[in-house]
């Protein structure tokens, strides 16, 4: 059985490898790592050692990962040389884990050089580079130069681990090394001006970019160790347009650095104290542009920075000039002086975002004189970086192995950049690898695909043979159901095989020919809200994961079709074990452990990204239980994003089920994740009840269970309503302190309400509570006590995080996930002190 994972951790490296940078450097990454893959030495490069990976990882390596090193001399003399004589070889997806001790900012570099070892030809790798939120390298082929490759990336990582995967899309994947570094919060900014039409840019800070060129102009190449940021900048002479319209200028003097404006870390002095400047500036001559044109990609959108330093003037408000980014003057009549409080040599930057409809195949940068009268033709320009902005919102990569199977779902996701339609895709990929001959099989059920936005989805080229399509560097890409097979795997859509029907449509039992079973929800075309619920649950689910949501594998949009493909819960909803069915009755612990485990999956979607998700239409319905009662929350077609950070709720018509709303969204029709909590604490009047949430069968007063359940819990007596089955067996203390979390949930006001993650913690003590021998901890006034331990569980979990994926696990997960193990422990910790 393949297993098909490297799950290394990298606690030690931090602390060694900043030592290093502290006598130059002002600046001390909180992360640092460097590891020269497949090396069993350590490798030191001018002032930074990369650290063999062998040492950490020779326990967990597995068949696939081979540790190559190349006899050749072909190897490049480059400042990097000695890097790049091994490389970790992969042949099936595996990944590095980085404990993450600051989010924020990172550079992720890799280094790639395609040797042969043994009988791998690494120039004939193709593969996939993801972390847990985006793609960033997409069938990647470092082959045919048989030269050194180097890919830069910088993003903000917002969990505690950074995974960096490996998936080889044909036989082999490779590194040669990596680099994660902490950047400073203030590198990139969240705004820019737009270069065409003239605007402001927001959303950088949560955007994915790659350095495609880094200029020091007017200069020579800066290495890593002379930068404030391990950065490369090379010479501009290559792109330039024209260089006899340029001459260099060198500064030096000393750089000042204004607060506000560029840092040391913004570019290093080295890029500053150089420039290029207008050839025959002392002249009135100069009436000419100098120029540089870099290739792009027609279809994505970059971030240009430019870096100025006025080291030419001999005083201030001599020097004005214009700066053009393709034909748009982005800069008129520019005056560093002003601009730096008038100073001079004093480092400047300003950034722009060209967007992709602006970009035919190159970026051209052009500086030029100004038109002003009284002044002399000149114009600077001292470094310049292009960054691509990586669209979409990347894979998310999960591991699953159950009994036998391992299961790989990977999904990926694109935002559309089509006109008005923005749109996620996701794609969802799933290998059974009972048995190799298995392998040909379920590459047939799956078809990779491509796509730009929605539109594409409908007239691209299609294939249901499994072929392969290429994709474009903005495609994410992913796997989408042939309509035959799901025909097939729901024996025709058979009614019988309806496990459940919903506003969307009807839900039906599957069986691919891997014999997987999976849940096949089709929706009605005809509806236009099905088609933004499809899509919201595409998008949601393909950039969510977590144990207690339930997972997309894939979707179907052939014929107009609008078809998710989801795991199968074995066990159906937690309504079904409930009442209406003759199902045999969940116990009390039971009970606790699947709101426990729901509970869980909201307080993810409520903080597990960046923008908080609000479900709206939490329900027993929309609970389902997998073959062991786990819980997972599903149905995510009415979920909305909540609210950016300076406002506090999201106005919308109301929806959601009846008997589960907040009256307060009812009344003001704003949501926030209060809404869903009040929804949550309904949920557990039922789970206690066992009844409907609106019985009109019932005595008026009766009809409402939210309303009846406040009734006795304000009474003191909710034991009285209590669901007869169980009733006995619950624990006094534990349904107060249960009776006491639903009528917080259930407060009036949304600000009474707790927020989820303390609902979880209440219903951990309740359960604490029930499983104690002894009574004395019935006084149970806990919620502020627990909360703020929980900053400190989080990191216990974190840590243990580190060393998931034993087969029996059911999933790596990646995101700060409280887990089991952890959270009890430290419970029992908590119950016991509070014992004495
Ligand atoms: C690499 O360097 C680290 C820190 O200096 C050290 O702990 C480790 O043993 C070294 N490994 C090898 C293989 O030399
Ligand atoms: C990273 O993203 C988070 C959430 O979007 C944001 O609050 C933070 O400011 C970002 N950090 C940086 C350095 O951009
Ligand atoms: C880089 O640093 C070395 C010494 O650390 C120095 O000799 C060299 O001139 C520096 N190069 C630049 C471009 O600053
Ligand atoms: C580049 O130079 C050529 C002539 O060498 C000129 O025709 C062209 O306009 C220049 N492009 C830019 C953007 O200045
Ligand atoms: C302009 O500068 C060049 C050298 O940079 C010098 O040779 C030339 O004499 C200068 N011309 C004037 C008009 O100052
Ligand atoms: C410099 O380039 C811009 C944009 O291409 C153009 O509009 C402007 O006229 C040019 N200036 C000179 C002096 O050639």
Request: charged share 20%.
């Amino acid at each position: 059985m393949a297993i098909r994972k490297l799950q290394l951790a990298f606690f030690i490296i931090y602390t060694i490898s900043s030592l290093h940078h502290s006598c130059r450097a002002q600046y001390s990454p909180p992360d640092s790592y460097l590891i020269d893959c497949g090396s069993r030495t350590n490798t030191t490069i001018g002032q930074r050692t990369f650290l063999a990976d062998t040492s950490l990882s020779s326990s967990l390596t597995t068949p696939q990962d081979i540790l190559g090193s190349s006899s050749s001399n072909s190897i490049p003399s480059s400042i990097n040389g000695p890097l790049l004589q091994t490389a970790r070889i992969f042949t099936g997806p595996s990944s590095y884990t980085f404990q993450i001790q600051k989010q924020g900012r990172h550079f992720i570099r890799l280094h790639f050089f395609p040797f042969s070892y043994q009988n791998y030809d690494l120039a004939t790798a193709k593969f996939d580079v993801s972390t847990q939120d985006v793609v960033l390298l997409t069938d990647f082929t470092p082959n045919g130069k048989s030269s050194a490759l180097f890919k830069e990336y910088s993003l903000n990582i917002t969990s505690d681990t950074l995974v960096l995967s490996f998936m080889p899309s044909q036989n082999l994947a490779f590194v040669n090394a990596i680099e994660v570094i902490s950047v400073p919060d203030n590198l990139i900014s969240d705004t820019a001006q737009v270069v065409n039409p003239a605007s402001q840019y927001s959303g950088l800070s949560e955007q994915t970019l790659e350095t495609v060129y880094r200029v020091n102009v007017g200069g020579p190449l800066v290495t890593p160790d002379n930068d404030t940021l391990w950065r490369t900048w090379v010479n501009d002479q290559d792109y330039m347009n024209n260089t006899k319209l340029a001459k260099d200028v060198v500064f030096t003097g000393k750089i000042n650095y204004m607060k506000g404006l560029a840092t040391p870390e913004t570019a290093p002095d080295s890029v500053y104290n150089t420039a290029a400047e207008l050839a025959m500036s002392n002249t009135s001559n100069a009436a000419f542009n100098m120029s540089w044109q870099f290739d792009a990609n027609a279809g994505s959108s970059y971030l240009i920075r430019l870096h100025f330093c006025d080291i030419v003037s001999k005083s201030l408000n001599q020097l004005y000039f214009n700066v053009y980014i393709g034909s748009w003057l982005v800069l008129h009549d520019m005056d560093l002086s002003t601009l730096t409080q008038n100073s001079l040599a004093t480092a400047y930057f300003t950034d722009y975002v060209i967007s992709s409809d602006n970009i035919a195949q190159s970026i051209h940068v052009s500086i030029g004189p100004s038109t002003l009268d009284n002044v002399l033709p000149d114009g600077i320009l001292n470094g310049l970086e292009i960054m691509q902005i990586i669209t979409g919102s990347g894979s998310a990569f999960t591991v699953r192995s159950s009994g036998k199977k391992n299961l790989w779902v990977i999904l990926g996701s694109v935002i559309g950049s089509v006109a008005i339609v923005i749109f996620l895709v996701i794609l969802a990929c799933m290998c059974m690898k009972k048995k190799k001959k298995m392998e040909s099989q379920t590459s047939k059920t799956w078809m990779p695909f491509s796509v730009n936005g929605f539109t594409s989805l409908s007239t691209g080229s299609r294939t249901s043979n499994g072929t392969t399509l290429t994709l474009g560097p903005n495609g994410s890409y992913g796997y989408r159901f042939a309509f035959s097979l799901l025909q097939e795997a729901t024996n025709n859509f058979d009614e019988n095989w309806v496990i459940g029907v919903g506003g969307f449509g009807k839900v039906y039992k599957g069986i691919l020919r891997d014999e997987t079973k999976v849940a096949v929800k089709r929706g009605n075309p005809k509806s236009q809200q099905g088609l933004n619920e499809f899509r919201t649950e595409i998008e949601l689910l393909s950039r969510l994961r977590h144990r207690h949501l339930v997972s997309l594998i894939g979707y179907c949009d052939e014929r107009n079709e609008m078809i998710l493909v989801y795991e199968y819960m074995e066990k159906g909803t937690l309504k079904s074990h409930l009442y209406g069915t003759d199902l045999p009755a969940l116990s009390w612990k039971q009970r606790l452990d699947v709101c426990i485990g729901a509970a869980r999956g909201l307080h993810y979607l409520h903080t597990g990204s960046a923008k908080a998700i609000i479900h709206r239409d939490v329900k027993s319905a929309n609970i389902l239980l997998d073959e062991n009662l786990l819980a997972k929350v599903s149905d995510f077609g009415l979920s909305k994003t909540g609210p950016e950070l300076d406002q506090t709720h999201v106005s919308t018509a109301v929806k959601g089920s009846f008997g589960y709303l907040d009256p307060e969204y009812f009344r003001r029709q704003q949501l926030t994740e209060k809404s869903d909590v009040y929804s949550f604490g309904v949920v557990l009047l039922e789970v206690l009840c066992a009844r409907p949430v609106i019985d009109p069968t019932l005595p008026r007063e009766m009809v409402n269970l939210a309303e009846w359940g406040m009734k006795w819990q304000k009474r003191g007596e909710l034991q009285q309503i209590v669901d007869q089955r169980i009733a006995g067996t619950i624990k006094p203390e534990s349904l107060k302190k249960f009776g006491l979390t639903v009528e917080k949930c259930l407060a009036d006001y949304g600000v009474e309400r707790p927020s989820m993650g303390d609902v979880l913690w209440n219903l951990e003590y309740v359960q604490q509570l029930q499983e104690t021998d002894s009574g004395a901890n019935s006084e149970v006034n806990s919620i502020n006590r627990i909360v703020e331990l929980s900053s400190h569980v989080h990191h216990v979990g974190s840590q243990e995080s580190v060393d998931l994926g034993e087969p029996g696990t059911s999933y790596a997960h990646n995101e700060p996930d409280l887990s089991d193990v952890s959270m009890s422990r430290v419970f029992s910790q908590l119950i016991k002190a509070e014992g004495r």
